[in-house]
């Protein structure tokens, strides 16, 4: 049973109506079609936008995370992270509206499988690492096959995207809870009972969830759930990434153990371990990571990181 509050589309406001349905609009339409019409999207935005705030976003991460390349291979993965982050939304809205069956279906290849199988047989309880990377959102009707994961949810600005969300939810395994200490609680619970969840652990937390720790050299506020919660528990930890294949082939998986630190009792040596794990899966292919986020924003040494100075 869900502990979010789930919504009923009689409370929806006209545009929250229309959101709803243009979202399902998107998810009768084919892949192949929605990643091509993505592409072109993405390479209209980057055309008449490559000054945009977006676009500004995007360019100063890799500054700070790449600060070694060329700018000429910045301004390309640039134009590259902008058309995937389009293709993601779009894919999001396929698989939120499509039985999973078929997102399982779009899974094409599953890398080192077996350290799933193998953490779930230990006994102790799993946290799987998610970045913001590739399509994630995929992963969660796989995961389904084998176990019942335990999962936050935040829900957005949009009823209308929250409906649909809800309802795929609903067609899983999966148990919502909200992103507050209940939820931090019943994650806790579910891992002292051999469970299993999944945690997205590159957003800048509250002021009370999390320390300073490096990511790619620099000293950011980062999350500690998942220090906290392998600290306390004794579970073991496991990387899931979701990468889109070239030429709509569909996706592949990848399934990788985490910095070993990040079983550490040190709360900064095991969050510092932590963003190494997420750093790895970003340079796998920096294309399909989420740079449009500010996650820079709270950091110890750089002031004003995301100004623009013209």
Partial sequence: MNDTVSIATQELSGKDRFYLRLLRFFSR?????????????????VALGGKSKTAHVVRRNLELCFPDTSPEWREKMLRANIVSTVQTGLEFAKTWGMPPEYSIAQIR???????????????RGTIAVVPHFGTWEFMNA??????????????????????????ARGRLRATLVPTDERGVKALFKGLKQNGFTAILPDHVPHE?????????????????????????????????????L????????????????????????????????????????????????KRFRKNEHLPDVYARTK
């Fill in 29 to 45: 339409l084919p892949l192949g079609f929605l990643q091509s019409f993505g592409a072109w999207l993405g390479m209209l935005a």
């Fill in 109 to 123: 290849k599953i890398h080192r499988e077996e350290l799933f199988h193998q953490a779930l047989a230990a006994g």
């Fill in 142 to 167: 796989w995961l389904s096959l084998h176990t019942a994961p335990v999962i936050m949810y935040k829900p957005g600005k949009d009823k209308g995207v929250d409906a649909f969300v809800l309802d």
């Fill in 208 to 244: 009370n969830g999390g320390i300073f720790a490096p990511f790619f050299g620099i000293s950011t506020w980062t999350g500690v759930m998942v220090p906290k919660l392998v600290a306390r528990t004794g579970c073991r930890v496991i990387v899931m990434s979701c990468r889109r």
């Fill in 246 to 293: 070239p030429g709509g082939a569909g996706f592949e998986m990848f399934f990788d153990e985490p910095d070993p630190e990040i079983y550490s009792e040190d709360l900064l040596t095991a969050t510092t371990a932590m963003n190494r794990t997420i750093e790895a899966v970003i340079r796998r292919d920096p294309s399909q990571y989420q740079w449009t986020y």
